[in-house]
């Protein structure tokens, strides 16, 4: 038995590989949750778009727009109305209501000027929260329909 020896890793490294592992998560992670929430915020992009057809429809055959997005569910194909975060879809009838009953609910942009005239439908993001103006720090990880369906997406980004 002299001529025989045991092999085996040494204390160094075995502490080198786990430092290695340790380097490569802390890489990996912070790219998989972005990646996760670039996901997320694209679901809810493609929620939006659809919800904005089921509603385009729904005004096309009853020449008026529903007064929430129930109305609309009961109506068309199974809708999700909540986003990936858990919180529900805004929705908020303009078109045929006066001034003063949309007043402070209304989304505006940076100029204050309102981003719908017929309905504001959006998320409140990740945060679940939100405000009228844009421009409000917590408004700006909201996902909008603006224009009247001409832009959806990022509110800091509109």
């Known amino acids: 038995m002299k001529g025989t020896k ?4 040494t204390l160094i490294e075995v502490l080198m590989i786990i ?16 990646l996760l929430e ?8 493609t929620d939006i778009v659809k919800i904005s057809r089921e509603l385009d429809d729904f005004l096309a055959d009853n020449g ?10 009961q109506e068309s ?14 929705y908020l009838v303009i078109f045929g209501k006066s001034k ?16 719908n005239s017929d309905y504001d439908l959006y998320s409140m993001g990740k945060d679940g ?14 996902i909008i329909r603006a224009n009247d369906g001409g832009y959806f997406g990022l509110a800091h980004k509109y």
Not at 38 to 45: D, L, T
Not at 100 to 115: A, H, M, N, T
């Open 100 to 115: 003063s009953e949309v007043q402070g609910k209304w989304r505006k942009d940076r100029f204050l000027v309102p981003i």
């Open 6 to 9: 045991k092999r085996a890793f």
């Open 129 to 142: 929260e939100s405000t009228a103006p844009l421009t409000a720090q917590a408004s700006w990880d909201d």
């Open 38 to 45: 670039k996901a997320r915020i694209n679901q809810v992009i």
């Open 64 to 73: 008026t727009i529903p007064e929430t997005l129930n109305e609309l569910a």
């Open 19 to 34: 430092a290695i592992i340790g380097t490569l998560l802390a890489l990996m992670v912070p790219s998989y949750t972005s």
């Open 77 to 90: 194909k199974p809708l999700n109305l909540s986003d990936p975060w858990g919180n529900p879809y805004e």
